[in-house]
């Protein structure tokens, strides 16, 4: 097993590295503080290939391959986490395009996605009513003409006031799973209308909103695969979504150790340094295990899907772990910064609140033990 990186993943690394440290990170807690999208960024991340990371070449992405996309994520999310959740769902979109879409449906929204263009892309599928249950999303798509017609209610959309190109789940006939169909819509689209911004917790730079469709009209064309397909694009891009979300987990839990370590090596108690103490040493030293562990499972799940080659139970493995781990490191950190770890001087406490969404969406850790389970019954025989 060759754990070196090649010429490309170590070139998207350090590309990604440079704009994180030197136009990411310095605006990061602004960005939280002030609740404010890093719409600019999303542009300079477009035009460093960063929102088509596993893009083809001919629809304006950098196809440099999971295992790079991976890797940019977490340089990214190590700088901002709300910048990177926008950066992971725009590359997401694009990628659902590019497997499913038509000519058309790639040259138009795939290179707006990528360049920045389209701001970011979005990804509409959880309803009031239905997250972990998304077979049970009620908004409908009727044909009528030459247009597809929706009606429904959206909760939870990433970039949803922003994105220029979404793709939205919408169920064509009641037949549970198989009635569900993936749209391709256009923000701003006359009868999509974007709800007040959800005050959260973490993320408070990325724009989360609910979306309402009232007769929101769409042409036959923006039909993403076969009508009744939509149940099977959501699982495979929720899969390669996983992915990225595994690799944010890892980035911020990489600045949550390294910011405990500077730490450590500075704040005196009793005489010495606090690097000093054992008990101290002994819990960054797990945290740099746990971490380590991590990242190996987020680019094997990175490697196998590269290789096109089954990585569901891995990606789900690799989510799991990596968004709990995030959420242990981060807590330890604050722990080591002591008082200074719950006020917002030292970033540990937003690496904490960004982090706890992780284990929730993009599936749930209940959600993802229950894919795990389902594919080693699959595997291990009677
Ligand atoms: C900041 C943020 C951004 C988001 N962005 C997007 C986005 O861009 N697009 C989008 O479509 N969605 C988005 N989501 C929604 C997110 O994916 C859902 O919140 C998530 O899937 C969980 O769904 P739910 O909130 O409805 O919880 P529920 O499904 O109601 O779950 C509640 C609890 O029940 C548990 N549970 C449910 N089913 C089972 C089961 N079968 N076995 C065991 N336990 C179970 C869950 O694990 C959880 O603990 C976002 C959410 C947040 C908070």
């Known amino acids: 097993m060759d754990f070196t990186l090649t010429e490309t993943q170590t070139l998207i690394r350090d590309t990604a590295r440079k704009v994180a440290r030197e136009v990411v990170a310095p605006q990061a807690r602004a960005v939280d503080r002030e609740e404010r999208f890093p719409k600019e960024v999303y542009t300079q991340l477009g035009e460093l290939g960063l929102l088509g990371v596993n893009v083809p070449e001919a629809y304006g992405g950098a196809e440099a391959g999971v295992v790079s996309y991976a890797l940019a994520m977490m340089e990214i999310s190590a700088a901002c986490a709300s910048t990177s959740v926008g950066m992971a769902v725009t590359n997401m979109a694009a990628e659902l395009i590019c497997t499913y879409g038509t000519e058309e449906q790639k040259k138009k929204h795939v290179t707006a996605l990528v360049s920045g263009r389209a701001v970011a892309g979005a990804f509409a599928l959880s309803e009031p009513h239905a997250g972990s249950d998304a077979g049970a999303l009620r908004t409908s798509a009727t044909r009528k003409g030459d247009r597809w017609v929706l009606n429904g209610a959206k909760q939870w959309i990433t970039s949803g006031a922003y994105a220029g190109v979404m793709v939205v789940w919408a169920r064509t006939s009641s037949e549970g799973n198989k009635g569900l169909s993936c749209f391709i819509v256009e923000g701003g689209t006359p009868g999509l209308i974007v709800g007040r911004a959800e005050d959260k917790m973490g993320l408070r730079g990325s724009n989360t909103v609910p979306l309402t469709f009232e007769s929101c009209e769409v042409p036959l064309e923006n039909l993403l695969g076969r009508e009744g397909d939509g149940f099977k694009l959501a699982m495979v891009a929720l899969d390669g979504g996983r992915i ?7 980035g911020v839990a990489r600045a949550a150790l390294e910011a405990s370590v500077r730490y450590a090596k500075e704040r005196k108690a009793f005489g010495q340094p606090i690097a000093e103490f054992q008990g101290l040493r002994w819990m960054m030293a797990d945290m740099q295990t746990r971490l380590s562990a991590a990242e190996l499972l987020c680019l094997r799940a990175a490697q196998l899907k590269e290789a ?8 789900s493995m690799a989510k799991l772990f990596c968004s709990e ?3 242990w490191v981060c807590d330890r950190a604050v722990q080591i910064h002591g008082g200074y770890g719950y006020i917002d001087e030292f970033p540990v406490e937003r690496y904490l609140r960004d982090a706890r ?12 033990r229950l894919v795990i389970a ?9």
């Open 308 to 315: 096109k080659r089954p990585f569901s139970r891995e990606a």
């Open 244 to 250: 990225g979300i595994s690799a944010q987990a890892c």
């Open 325 to 327: 781990t995030s959420n």
């Open 357 to 368: 969404v992780q284990t929730i969406y993009e599936g749930t850790s209940e959600i993802q």
């Open 374 to 382: 389902r594919e080693i019954f699959k595997a291990v025989g009677a």
